[in-house]
């Protein structure tokens, strides 16, 4: 059979490919002469994927929790895959900048509708029965949320609101060593009556520690804010950009943690003995963004905004629901 001409093309354009490559073409056509064709399931690995469920109970809606996380993680690493894109753009500019960011309010806007999972979607006392059998895993050890907020913003953002002050906000590696320790969510991770680290907190730190900071430093003049202010004062004043921002500081700082926060109510019921099933976070302190006042660009927010910062979704979402 004879070759059609856009074949026997493309076949020159390969074979000039390889050789700019000191490679060979033919070795590459034996390749692809024997190999199998691709499936959908060894393409994403579906069976590998399907076998890293491992409840540690017998109880059935341990699975639900399990999935849910891994699901969380995923759309983690997505949103940490347009962080890097957006660091590593030359000549970044604002259609671009709106798009990947654009994406990561997707992703956080698919995870905080489907939050009701786990809101409605566990039996309570099945939940409270193999959660106890986790301690002392938590969920506020995620270390990829932790690098979503340190490629969001300044790094003096994420330290605690009473300690911001003593620090310029010219941020430099040496002020990030410095402000490591007041990280606004090591106080979540302390115990209640002796202010000492928990379990939970020393596993996290002793895993991640190094890797915060290393990113921290790396992501000093990449975060988005950086990378905001390194544009024209005309493309700062993108409305369009602007609203991407709010909309990241909204579904990051307030409704994904009010998400978590609305769980914690209906599965723990506020009552302070069970924070144990948390791993010993104080959540009812943690969680709640007026506490914490927790804010990625307070720059793009008026005054009123910055003072009521998370109270609205409290009143409206989750006092509500508590009996």
């Known amino acids: 059979m004879e070759l059609k001409p856009e074949i026997i093309e493309r076949i020159k354009l390969l074979d000039e490919k390889y050789q700019a490559m000191g490679q060979s073409l033919s070795s590459y056509l034996d390749g692809l002469l024997y190999a199998d064709y691709l499936t959908y399931w060894d393409y994403i690995h579906l ?17 639900i929790f399990i999935m849910y996380h891994q699901i969380t993680e995923l759309y983690f690493k997505l949103c940490l895959h347009e962080y890097n894109q957006l ?14 960011v654009t994406r990561i309010n997707r992703y956080f806007e698919a995870l905080i509708t489907s939050f009701d999972i786990m809101v409605d979607g566990m039996d309570p006392k099945q939940f409270l029965k193999f959660r106890m059998s986790l301690l002392p895993a938590s969920g506020f050890q995620s270390g990829q949320y932790r690098k979503i907020e340190i490629c969001s913003t300044s790094f003096k953002n994420l330290i605690a609101k009473d300690v911001r002050g003593n620090f310029s906000d010219d941020v430099n590696d040496e002020q990030i060593e410095k402000m490591y320790e007041h990280l606004y969510w090591k106080a979540g991770a302390t115990e209640l009556s002796s202010g000492k680290k928990t379990l939970t907190l020393v596993q996290f730190e002793e895993k991640y520690a190094s890797e915060f900071m290393k990113l921290a430093k790396k992501f000093k003049h990449k975060n988005l804010w950086a990378l905001y202010k390194s544009l024209s004062i005309t493309d700062q004043k993108n409305e369009h950009l602007k609203l991407a921002f709010r909309q990241l500081d909204v579904d990051v700082n307030i409704n994904w943690p009010l998400s978590h926060y609305k769980t914690a109510v209906r599965y723990l019921q506020g009552d302070p003995e069970d924070i144990a099933a948390t791993g010993g976070t104080n959540w009812q302190k943690y969680l709640p963004p007026r506490f914490q006042k927790r804010i ?9 905004e910055l003072n009521d910062w998370g109270k609205a979704w409290v009143k409206n979402v989750v006092f509500k629901n508590v009996s």
């Open 296 to 304: 990625f660009y307070p720059e793009l927010w008026s005054t009123e």
């Open 87 to 100: 660091a590593e753009k030359e000549n970044l500019d604002v259609a671009f900048f709106i798009e990947r």
């Open 47 to 63: 069976d590998t994927l399907l076998s890293l469920q491992t409840p540690k109970t017998n109880i059935p809606d341990e699975n």
